[in-house]
């Protein structure tokens, strides 16, 4: 089993800045891409960033350039750091990991749990 456990949502009004983290727990070896995505109610879940296990990232372009995503592979760790927020990028924004290679086998898409970004203008 794998679990994703996200902190550090929160309200913060417009220009500010929050950092998300989320921690990958179980018996894990390697995780191919880690990522977040976000959600607001009656519209899709959407991607935010992703890096993979060898840096690589992407981001989406309402994002790029405020928001930096990073990894610690031997944590199995991924966090979003969020600056010069806006009131569009209130969500609830999930922890992504994909292709996660454990002592059960291959797990191929998981959220976490999800937490609430507030920005207020």
């Not at 991924?78 to 002592?103: F, H």
Request: net charge neutral.
């Amino acid at each position: 089993q794998v679990q994703l456990v996200e902190s550090g949502g929160g309200e913060v009004q417009d220009g500010g800045s929050l950092r998300l983290s989320c921690a990958a727990s179980g018996t894990i070896f390697s995780i191919d891409v880690m990522g977040w995505h976000r959600q607001v109610p009656g519209k899709q879940r959407e991607l935010v960033a992703l890096v993979y296990s060898n840096g690589n990232t992407n981001y989406a372009d309402a994002v790029r350039g405020r928001f930096t995503i990073s990894r610690d592979n031997a944590k199995n760790t991924v966090d979003l750091q969020m600056n010069s927020l806006k009131p569009e990028d209130t969500a609830v924004y999930y922890c992504n990991a994909k292709r996660i290679w454990t002592g059960r086998g291959l797990f191929e898409n998981e959220y976490g749990q999800g937490t609430q970004v507030t920005v207020s203008s």
